[in-house]
């Protein structure tokens, strides 16, 4: 007796972390440039560096969430699992170490995370999506939409 096949894997986990990894990666870029402001002598900077501290917080959350996701009910890797949960560690120390004022820390932990966050957005990119399900691909018939590019066009005579 053999056992019937497996589903095919969901694609919204793998959907949900490039987009995570995507505002990840940008709020690294403004976090950069606030305290570059900053160290430039526009002390309001370091409020705006504060918040935005915080809403990268949230974000790396949201995706270590997203990271379960696409290991359990996506079948998915066990990497972006591991990775976010570092990051996550690495965010909260960061914080503590931007708190503290131990800009020796808080700088160089700065870098790395940077290079965290750049390696897990390349790593969500390069997961190939799972193929959609062939109800999607064909449409019901007279749905109007375009055959997929590269595909079998039918010609009617």
């Known amino acids: 007796m053999s056992s019937p096949p497996a589903a095919p894997a969901p694609r919204w986990p ?5 987009t995570t990894a995507t505002a990840l990666a ?4 403004v976090q950069v440039m606030l305290a570059g402001s900053f160290l430039n002598g526009t002390y309001d900077s ?3 560096h504060e918040g935005n501290a915080m809403t990268l917080a949230t974000v790396v959350v949201l ?3 997203v990271a379960v996701a696409v290991r359990r009910p996506g079948r998915g890797p066990l990497w972006p699992l591991w990775t976010t949960a570092l990051l996550t560690v690495a965010v909260i120390g960061q914080i503590a170490a931007g708190y503290a004022r131990s800009l020796g820390v808080h700088v160089t ?4 995370l940077v290079s965290g966050i750049l390696y897990g957005l390349v790593g969500a990119w390069r997961l190939p999506l ?5 109800q999607y691909e064909a449409g019901p018939e007279g749905s109007g939409r375009l055959p997929r590019p590269g595909g079998p066009v039918e010609v009617s005579k």
């Open 26 to 29: 940008l709020l690294a870029m």
């Open 109 to 112: 932990l700065g870098v790395l």
């Open 14 to 18: 793998l959907i949900l972390l490039r």
């Open 63 to 65: 995706q270590l969430a």
């Open 46 to 48: 370091l409020k705006d």
């Open 130 to 134: 799972p193929a959609r399900s062939a």
